[in-house]
């Protein structure tokens, strides 16, 4: 299939998924997670099918649960693969600091216990970071990277509050001492009204809020969704997650990958703005828009992103 027979069927295909996106979005996981020591500590993960495989990867505050209406769409002729996060979904919750590196060291020691090859690598928020940061170091194992809401130049890594609109006194508050723990830990504030409510287009249904917030039912069990929030690059910190995001993004920028981008209107991590830019710049890249959609776009519109992938997942 040539660039342009692709363009024409990820057309025919998002055509035909438009049609049942205003449809309820299932709420029923349709997987059983299985478990793995990973550096002394329980990851859960889907692991289905058979094939080349195909692996998901979630941001904050969510799990594989996020990819429970994507993941059918390639599971009779790939393998997926969707893990949960170290103190996320069903991993276990150890009682640590939860920094990037912290994530990063156990999500790439389970990445690289599978031994991949031919792999397509589907990231959004945090998974993102992690993904395109493992990818840049085995871009060898990889057929194509699918981002959605990811981070991305060239608004991430970002100069200040200022520069991020309302999103941006959300990040302040969870920054400041007392008032993230307030908002986050114990009012679990990004999980409802934010990732419910706020930052999607359609409200999600109670079972899917209840089963976000089964994750993490105890107090305690939500200071990873805040040191993730501390983690996002503004104003040069932290240091270490700037200099790998402007690392992997120079990578994005001189890799012939195949990529392909889904975005929404408007967004948040990925306005039309940075689409335009990302377009001019990636080479081989190729971008998807699925319509009006906030944030966790998995929750909006599943139809449209798993018939773009089952399209993608085919040509490549």
Do not use: C
């Not at 438009?18 to 859960?44: F, I, N």
């Not at 941001?59 to 769409?73: D, E, F, H, K, V």
């Not at 830990?185 to 899917?208: F, K, T, W």
């Amino acid at each position: 299939m040539t660039t342009s027979s692709l363009a024409l069927a990820l057309t025919a295909t998002l055509t035909a998924a438009v049609a049942v996106s205003a449809t309820p979005v299932p709420t029923a996981m349709p997987y059983d997670h299985k478990r793995t020591d990973v550096l002394g500590l329980e990851m859960a993960y889907v692991d289905e099918g058979a094939g080349d495989p195909v692996v998901f990867l979630h941001g904050n505050p969510t799990s594989s649960y996020l990819w429970r209406n994507i993941m059918p769409a390639v599971a009779d002729t790939h393998r997926v693969i969707a893990p949960d996060l170290i103190g996320m979904g069903l991993s276990e919750k150890p009682d640590v600091a939860f920094s990037y590196a912290f994530h990063r060291d156990h999500l790439f020691a389970f990445l690289d216990a599978l031994n991949l090859s031919n792999a397509t690598l589907v990231v959004h928020d945090w998974g993102s970071g992690l993904g395109l940061d493992w990818a840049q170091a085995n871009a060898d194992r990889l057929s194509s990277i699918v981002m959605m809401e990811a981070i991305l130049p060239p608004i991430w890594p970002v100069a200040g509050f200022d520069e991020m609109g309302e999103m941006g006194e959300h990040f302040k508050a969870f920054r400041t001492p007392g008032v993230g723990e307030q908002l986050i830990v114990e009012q679990n504030a990004m999980i409802e009204p934010g990732l419910s409510r706020q930052y999607v287009i359609h409200p999600l249904p109670d079972a899917a809020v209840d089963t976000y917030k089964g994750y993490y039912s105890e107090p305690g069990q939500r200071q990873v969704i805040l040191d993730w929030t501390r983690s996002v690059p503004i104003g040069g910190e932290p240091a270490d997650v700037v200099s790998t995001v402007e690392r992997y993004s120079h990578w994005l920028q001189e890799s012939n990958l195949p990529k392909m981008l889904i975005h929404a209107q408007p967004g948040v991590l990925v306005p039309p703005a940075a689409v335009e830019w990302l377009e001019a710049r990636v080479p081989n890249l190729t971008t998807v828009d699925i319509g009006p959609g906030l944030h966790f776009l998995q929750e909006d519109n599943p139809s449209a992103i798993a018939a773009a992938l089952e399209t993608w997942v085919a040509h490549h």
